[in-house]
């Protein structure tokens, strides 16, 4: 069974820094392209960020690019978010989501990590 | 980046009625080589995460009751409850992934 757990979110100061955590089971992790996605209160979905297998590629939503990044560590299985500079308006739910073999949709997301960026 | 656009947003059906939904890309999101629309729709209940229901615009995901379709082509897309049931009361969106940077569409909130 596919399982993604993600976890690091919590209360941060605005400019402050975080990384979230997905732990990935149940498929093989390093052949697979994986997405951060999120969503503020009340809000609707928004893609934030993507990582090729093997690393080869990352892309980031215009929103974010230069103050989050986004890794992986095969040996690990697991997916991180690294969220520097953060703003009330990072304030969301962030999910992680695996890809298909197929095509670059989502059939798996995690249960997500709530972020709030408040002083 | 491709903006995608639904409507309405949001709508109250009967139960035992269609309900339809649809989506408009700011570009084509038909892949020419192979003649797939890069088109997906989600199904979001309250505190879950989104669930898969159609990819490349009309294929049913595993384990999706038939009463769910998707349609449509290059920038027009619909998807479509043929008899809604009480679960089917969520927010639903639909995404490109044509483009490196994917986008969803804002939701469309269906109430009974």
């Known amino acids: 069974e596919v399982q993604l757990v993600e976890s690091g979110g919590g209360l941060v100061q605005p400019g402050g820094f975080l990384r979230l955590s997905c732990a990935a089971s149940?498929?093989?992790?390093?052949?697979?392209?994986m997405n951060w996605v999120r969503q503020a209160p009340g809000k609707g979905l928004q893609w934030i960020s993507y990582?090729?297998?093997?690393?080869?590629?990352?892309f980031y939503a215009d929103s974010v690019k230069g103050r989050f990044t986004i890794s992986r560590d095969d040996t690990r299985n697991s997916l991180y978010l690294y969220m520097n500079s953060l703003t009330a308006e990072d304030t969301a739910i962030y999910y992680c989501?695996?890809?298909?073999?197929?095509?670059?949709?989502?059939?798996?997301w995690g249960q997500g990590a709530l972020v709030t960026v408040s002083s | 980046d491709i903006v995608m656009t639904q409507s309405p947003d949001s709508l109250a059906v009967s139960l035992g009625e269609r309900a339809t939904i649809n989506c408009k890309s700011s570009e084509s999101v038909l892949y020419s080589s192979n003649n797939k629309n890069y088109l997906a729709w989600y199904q979001q209940k309250p505190g879950q995460p989104p669930k898969l229901l159609i990819y490349?615009?009309?294929t049913r995901e595993s384990g999706v009751p038939d009463r769910f379709s998707g349609s449509g082509s290059g920038t027009d897309f619909t998807l479509t409850i043929s008899s809604l049931q009480a679960e089917d009361v969520a927010v639903y969106y639909c995404q490109q992934y044509y483009s490196t940077h994917y986008s969803f569409g804002q939701g469309t909130k269906l109430e009974i």
């Open positions: 989501t695996t890809e298909s073999e197929g095509g670059s949709y989502s059939p798996y």
């Open positions: 490349w615009a009309s």
């Open positions: 990582i090729r297998s093997g690393a080869t590629a990352s």
């Open positions: 149940g498929f093989t992790f390093s052949t697979y392209s």
